[in-house]
C-alpha cells in the first residue's frame, strides 16, 4: 500500500495551460505539503497544510494554489503555466509539529514539462 | 534562522570503500537534522533522523550520523559503500522557529557516485 501517491507521475502540458496535481495519504497524518524540485536537484518548500488549514505559503506565484477537501488530499493547481515551472513536485504528510517526529512522508513525485 | 550547507556536491567512492558525505547546519534553536536519500527518478525516503536522545544516530541500509555540536555538524557515514547507495543524499534540517511550522529546509544536495 502507498503511503502518500501523487497522480500524475508525468505531466507535459502547453504554456498558458491550467493543470492540476493530485496527492493523497493513506497515513492519517495532520500535515501535508509541497515541495518543488528544480533542474538542479534544489529541494524548497511551497505549501504547508494542516487538517485543511493553510500553515505555510512560501513566496510562489499566485498562480498556484493549493486545495485541501480533506486531510488525507493536498491538491495542487496550477493557472497559465510557464516553462518556468518546469520541475518535479513532490507531495509529502507528516504528523503535526516540528522536531524530530516530523518526520515527512514523501511521495514518488510528478515531473511537469512546460512546452 | 535555519540552514544547512552539504559541503560536496559530488561524491566519487569505490565499491567496499568508506563514504562520507559532510553536512553542516546553522540553528537558533536545538536542531532536528535528517538525512534524506532520493534514488534516481524516485522520491525521498528518511535515512535517519537526530532525536537528541543520543548524538550517533542508526539509520537504513547502514548508514550512521553523529551530531556534533562544538562543530555544527551532522555528517553521514557508511562503513562499505554498495553499487546501490548510488544516489543524491540531502541534510535537512527542520524549522524549529517559533511558529514550530515543521518546514523542512534541505541543502542542496550530494550526488553519491560508486564505482565497481
Known amino acids: 500500500d502507498t503511503a502518500v501517491s501523487q497522480t500524475p507521475k508525468y505531466l507535459v502540458t502547453q504554456m498558458g495551460n491550467d493543470k492540476s496535481i493530485k496527492c493523497e495519504q493513506n497515513l492519517g497524518h495532520d500535515t501535508m505539503y509541497w515541495y518543488k524540485q528544480d533542474s538542479k536537484k534544489f529541494l524548497k518548500i511551497m505549501f504547508s497544510?494542516?487538517?485543511?488549514?493553510?500553515?505555510i505559503n512560501e513566496t510562489v506565484p499566485n498562480r498556484f494554489s493549493p486545495k485541501s477537501p480533506d486531510k488525507a488530499h493536498l491538491n495542487l493547481h496550477i493557472n497559465s503555466l510557464e516553462l518556468g515551472d518546469s520541475a518535479v513536485y513532490f507531495c509529502?504528510?507528516?504528523?503535526?509539529?516540528?522536531?524530530?517526529?516530523?518526520?515527512?512522508?514523501f511521495g514518488p513525485g510528478t515531473r511537469l514539462t512546460v512546452l | 534562522a535555519q540552514s544547512v550547507t552539504q559541503l560536496d556536491s559530488h561524491v566519487s567512492v569505490s565499491e567496499g570503500t568508506p563514504v562520507l558525505l559532510r553536512c553542516n547546519y546553522s540553528?537558533?534553536?536545538?536542531?532536528?537534522l535528517f538525512w534524506y536519500v532520493q534514488h534516481p527518478n524516485k522520491g525521498l525516503q528518511l535515512l535517519l533522523k537526530?532525536?537528541?536522545?543520543?548524538?550517533l544516530v542508526k539509520g537504513i541500509n547502514g548508514f550512521e550520523a553523529e551530531f556534533k555540536k562544538s562543530e555544527t555538524s551532522f555528517h553521514l557515514t557508511k562503513p562499505s559503500a554498495h553499487m546501490s547507495d548510488a544516489a543524491e543524499y540531502f541534510c535537512?534540517?527542520?524549522?524549529?522557529?517559533?511558529?514550530?511550522?515543521?518546514?523542512?529546509?534541505f541543502g542542496q544536495g550530494t550526488t553519491l557516485q560508486v564505482k565497481p
Open positions: 540553528s537558533s534553536y536545538s536542531p532536528s
Open positions: 509529502a504528510s507528516s504528523r503535526r509539529g516540528g522536531g524530530p517526529y516530523n518526520e515527512q512522508f
Open positions: 535537512v534540517v527542520s524549522d524549529r522557529g517559533s511558529s514550530n511550522t515543521g518546514k523542512l529546509i
Open positions: 497544510y494542516n487538517n485543511k488549514e493553510l500553515i
Open positions: 537526530y532525536t537528541s536522545a543520543a548524538t
